[in-house]
């Protein structure tokens, strides 16, 4: 039975139905479904990453790992329309759902498609790369995600993380630290954790 969030095609029957979030000042409509993350609303991590995030200086698209249906990636595109934003899910019922909502929100500036993490992205200069990791997939998929980050980055590029303090955000931020050497706990909120860290010129 695969019919957990991060399964590339989850079994779980469909049964969609339509949410609507206020996002960073924008009133969005979602389509979600069975099988899919959070399906019932714009979970709080993700709703506090999105409200948090600042544009960084770097140039570059910006890229969402593990979109779900598109919160966070539709609602940043919307808000900087001139930056493409790349948003990647393993869950093909999950890409299916962002694509619908990219056009029933009106986004078009986003770029919608299958990866396991990274292994289709061929982008390196991302200007920010977010993520709310699917924690239930374990710590090692969760780093993963971390780890392969900073080849993806451009020069002054971030990573934003959002992650529960019992779910491993100190070991999440021990990763970061190795990785990129600094690491900013960027808001606190409720136990979720908002974590950024900067590729730096070297």
Known sequence: M???????????????????????GQSFR?????????????????????ETFELPDAEGPLLDVGCGY???????????????????????????????????????????YQSDRYSKVVEKNFAAILTNP??????????????????????????????QKKQGAPSAMDKMETLFSNVEIVAKKKGYYILKSVKEIR
């Open 30 to 50: 979602f389509k979600t479904d069975q099988g899919v993350f959070s399906k019932k609303e714009v979970d709080f991590g993700s709703r506090v990453l999105i």
């Open 134 to 163: 699917p924690i239930r997939a374990g710590k090692e998929t969760v780093h993963s995600i971390l780890e392969n980050s900073y080849e993806h980055l451009s020069e002054l590029g971030e990573l934003w993380v959002v992650i």
């Open 70 to 112: 598109g919160p966070i990636g539709l609602s940043l595109a919307k808000d900087y329309h001139d930056r493409t934003v790349h948003m990647v899910d393993v869950n093909e019922r999950a890409l299916s759902l962002a694509r619908e909502n990219a056009k029933e929100n009106k986004v078009q500036n986003v770029r919608i």
């Open 2 to 24: 695969t019919d957990h969030y991060y399964s590339h095609n989850p079994d779980v029957e469909s049964n969609p139905q339509t949410i609507t979030f206020e996002l960073r």
